[in-house]
């Protein structure tokens, strides 16, 4: 079983539809949460980081995390063409000056105007 | 632009060479991060360095070796190149005391093994 397990998809929405994206995880350690965005023939940037369990909001986008249940989501209200781009959620021990992230392999989503 | 350089983008090279990769981190970063990123396996994390030595390692081949130098930039040396080593390698660099996960990556530097 991998450590971060993540629906490759693709998703394909309509714009202006809500998208939810998921993801598991299985190691209890984790404590930092992030979400990467990649575009296509780019480096990933960070989207948005939660510590432990709860929501956080950022303009159109919500990361939710579940840490009873292993579960990692993030919510993008009002989609837009734009957010055609590869999810990575990325969770984290986060407690030493290493930045052990661990990736899963991304959902792949597609914004069609 | 996350300020982080990497060279060459794109390398073709056939089995049983070997390939170097460089990256520049961010100005005044000191943490050097090495992933690969293949349609399979997602991104792994290969190797960090903090300030010239090694920090971390994760899962580097042998075949792969890794050095930060005094300026801080960074190379990955890919050794007896197989096809399976065909992937993306990302470098990324992280500031020290900044958002715990916040890594700031290059634009890859694509390696494709004939």
């Known amino acids: 079983q991998k450590e971060v397990e993540q629906d490759p998809g693709p998703l394909s929405v309509p714009e202006g539809a809500i998208v939810s994206l998921n993801c598991t995880y299985s190691?209890?350690?984790?404590?930092?949460f992030m979400w990467y965005r990649q575009y296509s023939r780019k480096g990933p940037e960070l989207l948005m980081y939660t510590y432990s369990s709860g929501n956080k909001e950022d303009g159109r986008f919500t990361a939710q995390v579940d840490k009873s249940s292993k579960y990692i989501s993030l919510f993008i209200r009002d989609s837009q063409p734009s957010d055609s781009a590869t999810y990575l959620c990325?969770?984290?021990?986060?407690?030493?000056?290493?930045?052990?992230?661990?990736f899963g392999t991304g959902t792949r989503l597609l914004v069609s105007p | 632009d996350s300020g982080v350089t990497q060279t060459p983008k794109h390398l073709i090279t056939a089995t049983g060479q070997r390939v170097t990769l460089r990256c520049s981190p961010r100005s005044g970063d000191l943490s050097v991060y090495w992933y690969q990123q293949s349609l399979d396996q997602g991104l792994q994390f290969l190797i960090q360095?903090?300030?010239?030595?090694?920090?971390a390692k994760g899962n580097i081949l042998e075949r792969f070796s890794a050095q930060q130098f005094p300026d801080l930039h960074s190379e990955l040396n890919l050794s007896s190149l197989e096809l399976g080593d065909s992937a993306l390698y990302f470098c990324?660099?992280?500031?020290?005391?900044?958002?715990?996960?916040?890594?700031?990556f290059g634009e890859g530097s694509r390696l494709t093994v004939l």
């Open positions: 990325a969770p984290s021990e986060g407690n030493t000056g290493f930045q052990k992230l661990v």
């Open positions: 360095y903090y300030n010239g030595e090694e920090r």
């Open positions: 190691n209890s350690a984790f404590q930092y």
């Open positions: 990324a660099s992280s500031a020290r005391g900044g958002r715990a996960g916040e890594l700031f």
